[in-house]
T-cell receptor
Framework: DAGVIQSPRHEVTEMGQEVTLRCKPI?????LFWYRQTMMRGLELLIY????????DSGMPEDRFSAKMPNASFSTLKIQPSEPRDSAVYFC?????????????FGAGSRLTVL | QQPVQSPQAVILREGEDAVINCSSS?????VHWYRQKHGEAPVFLMI?????EQKGHEKISASFNEKKQQSSLYLTASQLSYSGTYFC????????FGAGTRLTVKP
């Protein structure tokens, strides 16, 4: 298996622009997580899905952030409009279910820089 | 609510030992440990599912005290390759991580 695939790996954009990050989970994994990592705040859980349904989006910082999972093999995280404070590494991770025994596999991350 | 890790950072010489602690104010059903190298994604190390359980991975082991809601990661005879940031995570449907412990092993 190719693992969790994220794109783009790097994105540099200007304030106010729309940013879309993409994630393809491991086939057969039915839980998907989006994290944001910064030096100041560590690994923050933004949202997670189970069977394509958003379960908890309480970590989404504001209405400028939205996430979708239209099918089992694809998810997007969108920021509109982007701001410099959104600069971070965004990780997508997947696992086989919500049980505490299920281990997360992370994608390589998308490094976002907003100028 | 995310778990609390200590210490924030550790510097070791090769061959020395280290302990990283993780605690939670909520009941722990499982504890996951991950390591992240600079510029890379977190990678799974081990999982502990039962109170008092200890797991091992080469010279890295961990314990889990369900009653105290604590877990500890033990790194013995550290190697240069152990350098990185270690995260504990608690999974109860979602997965929340501690702030991380940056471990540096020097020759």
């Amino acid at each position: 298996d190719a693992g969790v695939i994220q794109s783009p790996r790097h994105e540099v954009t200007e304030m106010g622009q729309e940013v879309t990050l993409r994630c393809k989970p491991i086939s057969g994994h039915n839980s998907l997580f989006w994290y944001r990592q910064t030096m100041m705040r560590g690994l923050e859980l933004l949202i997670y899905f189970n069977n394509n349904v958003p379960i908890d989006d309480s970590g989404m910082p504001e209405d400028r952030f939205s996430a979708k999972m239209p099918n089992a093999s694809f998810s997007t995280l969108k920021i509109q409009p982007s701001e410099p404070r959104d600069s971070a590494v965004y990780f997508c991770a997947s696992c086989t279910g919500v049980s505490g025994a299920n281990v997360l596999t992370f994608g390589a991350g998308s490094r976002l820089t907003v100028l | 609510q995310q778990p609390v890790q200590s210490p924030q950072a550790v510097i070791l010489r090769e061959g020395e030992d280290a302990v990283i602690n993780c605690s939670s104010s909520k009941a722990l059903y499982s504890v996951h440990w991950y390591r992240q190298k600079h510029g890379e994604a977190p990678v799974f190390l081990m999982i502990l599912l039962k109170g008092g359980e200890q797991k091992g991975h080469e010279k890295i082991s961990a314990s889990f005290n369900e009653k105290k809601q604590q877990s500890s990661l033990y790194l013995t005879a550290s190697q240069l390759s152990y350098s990185g940031t270690y995260f504990c995570g608690t999974k109860n449907n979602d997965m929340r991580f501690g702030a991380g412990t940056r471990l540096t092993v020097k020759p």
